[in-house]
């Protein structure tokens, strides 16, 4: 590892940044967030990500494509979780902290309606 004396880790190249361009790079990370956990729920069920396209009726890219993307559609989301056999849900937070919970799947949520 000789060759690596005097290298500098990320983290502290990461530090000597500007506060804003740190804040942009939190923020991006946060937004990968679903996209990781979407990926850890889709491996701790066995499951590749072509059978999850299959499933999903969508290209194996388009499964790589959601796990590390930063911003995606709500509707990727949902068509992505019901092909785990699972569901997702929207959950707003007011000021005054009221919440609202929103089904992504339509037909969730009427079955929950009618349960």
Same mark, same amino acid.
């Not at 880790?9 to 790079?25: G, I, T």
């Given at each position: &590892?000789?060759?690596?004396?005097?290298?500098?880790?990320?983290?502290? &190249?990461?530090?000597?940044?500007?506060?804003?361009?740190?804040?942009?790079? @939190?923020?991006?990370?946060?937004?990968?967030?679903?996209?990781?956990? &979407?990926?850890?729920?889709?491996?701790?069920?066995?499951?590749?990500?072509?059978?999850?396209?299959?499933?999903?009726?969508?290209?194996?890219? @388009? %499964?790589?494509?959601?796990?590390?993307?930063?911003?995606?559609?709500?509707?990727?989301?949902?068509?992505?979780?019901?092909?785990?056999?699972?569901?997702?849900?929207? %959950?707003?937070?007011?000021?005054?902290?009221?919440? %609202?919970?929103?089904?992504?799947?339509?037909?969730?949520?009427?079955?929950?309606?009618?349960?």
């Amino acid at each position: &590892m000789d060759g690596l004396k005097g290298a500098v880790s990320w983290k502290d &190249m990461r530090a000597e940044l500007p506060q804003d361009v740190q804040d942009r790079l @939190n923020e991006k990370r946060a937004r990968r967030l679903a996209g990781e956990a &979407m990926a850890s729920l889709r491996r701790e069920l066995g499951m590749t990500q072509s059978e999850l396209a299959a499933s999903a009726e969508i290209p194996q890219s @388009n %499964v790589s494509r959601t796990e590390k993307s930063d911003d995606m559609l709500l509707s990727s989301i949902a068509r992505y979780m019901r092909a785990l056999g699972g569901s997702a849900e929207l %959950v707003l937070h007011s000021a005054e902290g009221k919440e %609202v919970h929103i089904a992504l799947d339509p037909d969730a949520a009427l079955k929950k309606e009618r349960a």
